[in-house]
């Protein structure tokens, strides 16, 4: 390594290596080695109701690099969006998680998060039926989220697609709803079954003043015939506040847990039932 070569080459290696495309090209091959080979592991956060019975979970990935620990999405989604690498990436995340629609016992749904990217290829709808009849999982427990900018350009394209998939059963989420663009005419359009609550929303429940933008957006899916999930839940006093708007309301957050590892989810939530 460079430090071994001694003197001033050190300096000069270091600021070349140290640039954000060469993280980025790190990332980016340390992250394709993975999806062949391994580190990459599903991790499920329970959606409760308001009385407290689990309704669902959201699949979020993690990956855990052999030297540098666990490296949250938010570090490598980005990356990976800036190239088909998502799309491969997308893959092995659907066909994994349909696999974990069947250890859920019914009517539990799942929920994965698609990046437009992904979306957006011409193979999409496809490789989800594809991979619904190899799971044998049942559509209608399958929930996609995606956000508002995916319906930024091309929509017609997208509509159609989200058509196709919804004739199967499959229930669509727009997630982070408020932090993007997107008009209320248009949501009406669009084929969806729920709308996430942004967790900045949720925190904002602490604000007085604030708390009129999370009465806003409940308004909104419920005039559009929406289910709402909160997301960021992390106090009683938030679940409290949003259960009283809504009773049928779902719930998502810290306050119940964090994203488990698939066992622990399994032995924590489902340990009486046989699979
Ligand atoms: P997201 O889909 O909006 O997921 C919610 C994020 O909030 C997750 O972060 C979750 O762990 C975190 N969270 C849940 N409850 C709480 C809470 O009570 N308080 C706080 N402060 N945070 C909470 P995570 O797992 O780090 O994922 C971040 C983002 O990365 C996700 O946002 C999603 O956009 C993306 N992501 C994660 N997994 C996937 C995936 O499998 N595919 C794709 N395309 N994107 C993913
Ligand atoms: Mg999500
Ligand atoms: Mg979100
Ligand atoms: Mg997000």
């Given at each position: 390594n460079a430090k071994d070569a001694g003197g001033n080459q050190t300096s000069v290696y270091d600021v070349s290596y140290s640039t954000e495309l060469e993280k980025r090209y790190e990332i980016e091959r340390e992250l394709r080695e993975a999806i062949n080979g391994e580190g990459l592991e599903l991790y499920l956060q329970p959606q409760m109701s308001a009385t407290g019975s689990l309704l669902g979970v959201e699949v979020l990935i993690r990956w855990f690099h052999p030297e540098k620990g666990m490296i949250s999405p938010g570090d490598f989604i980005p990356v990976a969006e800036q190239t088909d690498l998502i799309v491969d990436l997308g893959k092995w995340i659907v066909r994994h998680a349909l696999l974990e629609i069947k250890r859920l016992p019914a009517p539990l749904t799942l929920a994965i998060n698609i990046s437009p990217r992904q979306f957006r290829k011409y193979d999409f709808v496809y490789c989800i039926e594809r991979a619904l009849e190899d799971s044998?999982?049942?559509?209608?427990r399958l929930v996609l989220e995606v956000t508002e900018?995916?319906?930024?350009?091309d929509t017609n394209d997208i509509v159609l697609k989200m058509k196709a998939l919804q004739q199967s059963g499959v229930q669509f989420s727009i997630d982070d709803f408020g932090t993007g663009y997107s008009s209320l005419s248009y949501l009406r359009k669009l084929p969806l079954q729920e709308l996430k609550i942004d967790q900045s929303f949720v925190q904002a429940i602490d604000n007085a003043e604030q708390r009129t933008i999370v009465d806003s957006v409940m308004a909104i899916a419920k005039n559009l015939g929406l289910r709402i999930v909160a997301e960021g839940v992390e106090t009683e006093a938030q679940a409290h506040y949003l259960a009283g708007r809504d009773q049928d309301v779902v719930l998502q957050g810290?306050?119940?847990?964090k994203p488990l590892a698939i066992e622990a989810f399994h032995q924590r939530y489902l340990s009486d039932t046989k699979h």
């Amino acid at each position: 390594n460079a430090k071994d070569a001694g003197g001033n080459q050190t300096s000069v290696y270091d600021v070349s290596y140290s640039t954000e495309l060469e993280k980025r090209y790190e990332i980016e091959r340390e992250l394709r080695e993975a999806i062949n080979g391994e580190g990459l592991e599903l991790y499920l956060q329970p959606q409760m109701s308001a009385t407290g019975s689990l309704l669902g979970v959201e699949v979020l990935i993690r990956w855990f690099h052999p030297e540098k620990g666990m490296i949250s999405p938010g570090d490598f989604i980005p990356v990976a969006e800036q190239t088909d690498l998502i799309v491969d990436l997308g893959k092995w995340i659907v066909r994994h998680a349909l696999l974990e629609i069947k250890r859920l016992p019914a009517p539990l749904t799942l929920a994965i998060n698609i990046s437009p990217r992904q979306f957006r290829k011409y193979d999409f709808v496809y490789c989800i039926e594809r991979a619904l009849e190899d799971s044998g999982a049942d559509a209608s427990r399958l929930v996609l989220e995606v956000t508002e900018n995916l319906f930024v350009d091309d929509t017609n394209d997208i509509v159609l697609k989200m058509k196709a998939l919804q004739q199967s059963g499959v229930q669509f989420s727009i997630d982070d709803f408020g932090t993007g663009y997107s008009s209320l005419s248009y949501l009406r359009k669009l084929p969806l079954q729920e709308l996430k609550i942004d967790q900045s929303f949720v925190q904002a429940i602490d604000n007085a003043e604030q708390r009129t933008i999370v009465d806003s957006v409940m308004a909104i899916a419920k005039n559009l015939g929406l289910r709402i999930v909160a997301e960021g839940v992390e106090t009683e006093a938030q679940a409290h506040y949003l259960a009283g708007r809504d009773q049928d309301v779902v719930l998502q957050g810290y306050l119940f847990d964090k994203p488990l590892a698939i066992e622990a989810f399994h032995q924590r939530y489902l340990s009486d039932t046989k699979h």
